[in-house]
């Protein structure tokens, strides 16, 4: 089982997809920014590691939003994923793409018009939960 985490970036109401690149049975999906997590390393430390290697971004993590297995039939992921804000009062920040062709930020009720790597999907539901208006 593979290891990995994945950024929930919220900023202005809107949250960051990046389209993936590879491996070839997911490019061209979306996903949440993040990957792998090396071996003794935090969850946390792991994605602010990834964001500044994928994105060159650098961000203080928030809190926790959900973990989630997924079976590829080519691996099995634990996919951590973590509430990243960014403040509303500044402009959203400048990425530089590494293993992505583009990036997308989206209101979370549109995020289901996406075609979205299979793994991230309960990450949706979890923010959706998390947003949704309470009776």
């Known amino acids: 089982m593979l290891h990995v985490t994945a950024?929930?970036?919220q900023h202005r109401g809107r949250v960051l997809?990046?389209?993936r690149t590879d491996?070839?049975?997911l490019a061209g999906k979306w996903e949440f920014p993040g990957g792998k997590i090396e071996q003794g390393e935090d969850p946390r430390e792991a994605l602010a590691r990834e964001l500044s290697e994928e994105l060159d971004l650098a961000v203080t993590i928030g809190a926790h939003l959900t973990t989630t297995r997924h079976a590829y039939p080519e691996l099995t992921l634990e996919l951590s994923a973590f509430?990243?804000?960014l403040p509303d009062d500044l402009p959203a920040p400048e990425l530089r793409l590494r293993d992505h062709d583009r990036v997308a930020?989206?209101?979370p009720l549109k995020l289901?018009?996406?075609e979205?790597?299979?793994a991230d999907l309960p990450i949706v539901a979890a923010l959706l939960a998390r947003i949704a208006p309470r009776p």
């Open 83 to 85: 509430l990243v804000d």
């Open 7 to 9: 950024a929930v970036l």
């Open 112 to 114: 289901g018009e996406v």
């Open 116 to 118: 979205l790597a299979a």
């Open 17 to 19: 997809l990046a389209r």
């Open 23 to 25: 491996p070839e049975w």
């Open 105 to 107: 930020w989206l209101d």
